[in-house]
């Protein structure tokens, strides 16, 4: 899914959410919701095979949950992204208790990359977060957590307009095993084919 599926007025509201990355050559995979055990580490195994680099936007209760796992993703050399503690979805949440939640993840994860989880957060707790991290939304969301999607659906809604800049939404995690396991490898031989350079964010 691209531009057209995403909430816009947050464009309008906050234009310095990033959207897609200007670059001649290279593609963004992301993914989100890990580290995940037995996930992780096939998507890590994976992404060596093609020698890409991902963005990886982390729950810090999963950080800490499973701290060798993380460091994992660390020393193949991959990005980490703050993606909230506990998966929270802004909506009807205080702001404070919001802010609370990224930040407490932030002591664990360190990082000036933030995406807030399915995207479901006011404007006034955007402009919060924006104060103290870059906020990295997406071009192209696979949908690999919809169990309800074929796995050939799931890698469609990639490539089908997958261009340099795109910033791809990939889930580390058991419900989106099925259709990322299948979308993933063929993703990066995509990217492989077309002459793109799968590359880590940074702003």
């Known amino acids: 899914m691209k531009l057209k599926f995403i909430p816009r007025f947050f464009g309008k509201l906050m234009p310095d959410l990033i959207w897609e990355i200007k670059d001649p050559n290279g593609v ?5 919701d890990g580290p995940t055990p037995g996930i992780t580490e096939w998507i890590l195994a994976t992404l060596e095979k093609y020698d890409a680099k991902a963005t990886f936007f982390v729950l810090g209760k999963n950080a800490e949950l499973y701290p060798d796992l993380y460091q994992k993703i660390i020393d193949a050399g991959h990005k980490i992204g703050n993606h909230t503690y506990s998966h929270q979805k802004g909506w ?15 002591d664990i994860l360190k990082s000036e990359l933030f995406r807030p989880p399915y995207a479901r957060v006011t404007p006034s707790q955007m402009r919060a977060v924006a104060k103290r991290y870059k906020i990295v939304m997406w071009t192209i969301i696979s949908r690999d957590y919809n169990r309800m999607l074929s796995p050939r659906k799931c890698f469609r809604n990639v490539v089908e307009e997958l261009t ?3 910033i791809i939404v990939f889930h580390d995690s058991e419900k989106s095993f099925r259709n990322m396991s299948y979308a993933l490898p063929r993703t990066l031989e995509f990217i492989k084919r077309k002459g793109y350079k799968c590359k880590i964010i940074e702003l």
Request: no cysteine; net charge negative.
């Open 164 to 166: 340099p800049g795109s």
């Open 28 to 32: 963004f995979l992301t993914f989100d």
């Open 92 to 106: 009807g949440m205080p702001l404070e208790r919001y802010i609370e939640d990224v930040d407490f993840a932030n």
